[in-house]
């Protein structure tokens, strides 16, 4: 028997909902709690595992305070299909739905001396030359 995999959609839709909860600061538990769920039940409508009911959808648009379609945003990047989307911002999604990339992109956004912000660039772009030349 194969394994159910998730569709495309209902990754996307519960990428941008972790997104969204982690740039607030709020845990999987508390939103399970506003929901009425468990933080299990978060997590698996975050991976796509399971989908997100159109009810659910918006009750989660309220709780995280975007519109519905903030779900939805780069889905023709997911499909393929002519849309919203901007194939430049697939990467840049990618980066901050990674675990480091959301932390870091939180911390440099507390950074409020431009000099400083400019140091870390710096450093961070000498450490992926050095990277880039060791392959």
Do not use: C, H, W
């Not at 569709?7 to 845990?27: A, Y």
């Not at 956004?109 to 880039?132: H, N, P, Q, T, Y």
């Amino acid at each position: 028997m194969r394994k159910k995999q998730a569709n495309p959609i209902d990754i996307q839709v519960g990428n941008r909902v972790r997104i969204r909860r982690m740039l607030i600061g709020m845990s999987q538990e508390r939103l399970g709690d506003l929901l009425g769920l468990t933080f299990q039940q978060v997590q698996k409508y975050e991976k796509g595992i399971n989908r997100i009911g159109a009810g659910r959808l918006y009750e989660v648009s309220r709780i995280l305070n975007v519109p519905v379609n903030f779900f939805y945003e780069g889905v023709s990047e997911v499909t393929g299909q002519p849309g919203a989307g901007e194939p430049e911002g697939a990467p840049v999604m990618d980066f901050v739905s990674s675990g480091e990339g959301l932390q870091l992109s939180l911390a440099f956004m507390k950074i409020k001396d431009a000099k400083v912000r400019k140091r870390v660039l710096d450093l961070v772009k000498s450490l992926a030359e050095e990277e880039a030349e060791k392959s």
